[in-house]
């Protein structure tokens, strides 16, 4: 298997080096480039075409958010991790909005921070526990959030094939552990995952995570 094609983009160079050393001893991990904010962040993920880029909110010119959400509007392809110290829930919710499939705190641990770009690259969405609890709070207090546009029963849209798979990515599956778990193709599951964002109204697979986390499917802890 191809190593995972890393930009590490933070404005912080001391931080950004420490997070490349992190990276550059993992076998499945190749750090491709590094960028110091979000406007270099752009013109190097067209040059280099990373698989995941791990990304800071906080920078000059143009921002995480800023970013990411160009990013994703110009190359949907590639994941975003979003590494930063905000425990903002405006920041996760707008994240999330613009397309980033991760949000974790730079205290993060570094084995942790490798296994989340592991995860985002074989299709899964992974928040840090804390933010999650914020989310989940969020969701159970208020109507608002990620909310489906159409005005029809939700709960009624999904066929139950199709709420087995939102279950799933509550829980962080990626689309391969979907398919295994439900003896069907990874194609299958992209399919179904399609539909899913159709009849809800949402953008990607990360509003559909948080969705799903609005409806129960996850517990308080998934990450």
């Given at each position: 298997m191809e190593p995972v094609k890393v930009l590490v983009v933070d404005d912080h160079a001391l931080f950004r080096?420490?997070?490349?050393?992190?990276l550059a001893n993992q076998e499945n991990i190749s750090v491709v480039g590094e960028a110091n904010n979000g406007l270099e962040a752009i013109e190097k993920a067209a040059e280099l075409a990373p698989d995941v880029i791990v990304m800071d909110l906080n920078m000059p010119q143009c921002n995480g958010l800023e970013a990411t959400q160009v990013l994703q509007a110009r190359m949907p392809q590639i994941n975003i991790l979003v590494l930063t110290v905000s425990e903002n829930e405006a920041d996760l919710f707008r994240a999330i909005k613009f397309g980033a499939t991760g949000y974790i705190l730079k205290n993060t641990e570094p084995e942790e921070l490798v296994q989340a770009i592991a995860h985002i690259a074989q299709g899964g969405v992974i928040i840090s526990p804390v933010m999650a609890a914020k989310l989940l709070t969020e969701f159970k207090g208020s109507a608002?959030?990620?909310k489906a546009k159409a005005a029809v029963d939700e709960e009624?849209?999904?066929?139950?094939r199709e709420d087995e798979v939102l279950r799933l990515i509550a829980q962080g599956a990626t689309n391969k552990e979907i398919a295994d778990s439900l003896f069907i193709s990874e194609n299958t599951v992209k399919t179904h995952l399609r539909n899913i964002m159709d009849k809800l109204h949402l953008a990607n697979r990360s509003?559909?995570?948080a969705y799903a986390v609005k409806r129960g499917l996850a517990p308080d802890s998934q990450k």
């Open positions: 080096r420490g997070i490349v050393t992190v608002t959030g990620f009624a849209a999904l066929s139950p509003q559909a995570a």
